[in-house]
């Protein structure tokens, strides 16, 4: 099994899996985890679509030097959703810091 | 506590198992919904490009009227030989005409008897096909057959052959899902009637 087919496998069924666990007793978490989630579900939703979308180029149309529909047919569904959830995180943080940067008046 | 209050009644019994069920019914339900969402939308989508092949033009569609009985076709190796020769250069891969037949290149060759055609189809990328006339030899058309790569996107083989496992993982939880959604919907008016039948024990 190809590294491609395994991340693509743990994309299609892993990432539902843990986002699943994950968003148990949402609205207990921290914030900042709801936003990593939100993000995480929003990289999912587009790789989704990406992985429909450049799955059904045809095979003729591959060329060896693309990369592109390789990473969007097999890596997005991994890789999309832990940086939808890093940037979840990552922008709650700073619309916080802002947030309380306009309360305190700096 | 006494032993009366520790006892349930059976119709308690029977609520708290319908509860249960209903519970794993719900969890089922949810789960096998969100991990199958990804592959039954891949599997619904080809589909429906599969059923329309001809009018999307995925399938070569070449009317034909039989020139000949079909005791006068030609043989299939001939057959097979005069596709090869009209075959793209790409799909011959190094194959010329002149040379022995190579099997190895050809994938399937569909008899259509009634038709009077043969549906020869190669084994490179494209699924390259010639349809060729049964009684003459000659090349009626030669295309792409676009409908190969997403009947295995379909059915997972593209993935590899063993992959097809995915999409009967799909199947089976596109079945739980919906058993658990028929549960999902009746059981809480089962339970209501059963309660309007029988008002006393309901209490």
Redesign the interface.
Known sequence: MSAGLLAFLVGLFGMPLVLLGYGRRLRRRPPAVRAAFWGAVAGHCLAGVLAMVFGMIPPEAWTPEERIRGFAGLWSLLVLPVLGGLGGAVLHRRFLRRSILSRVGA | MSRTLMHRSPRAEVGGRRRRLLRAGFYIH??LG??S???L??IS??GILLNHKRGLGLMPDVPHQRTAPFAAALSLERLGYAALVAAPVAAKQGWKAGDALDVGLIDRMDVRPRDGVVKVRLR???STEMTVDLATGTVLHTG?R?DV??EK?HSGE???GR?VI?SD?AGIALVLTLITGYWLWLAPKLGRAAQESDPEAAG
């Open positions: 949810l789960w969100v991990l969402t990804i592959a939308i891949a989508i080809t490179d990328k494209a792409r676009g790569f997403l996107l593209a993935f590899g992959m995915l993982i």
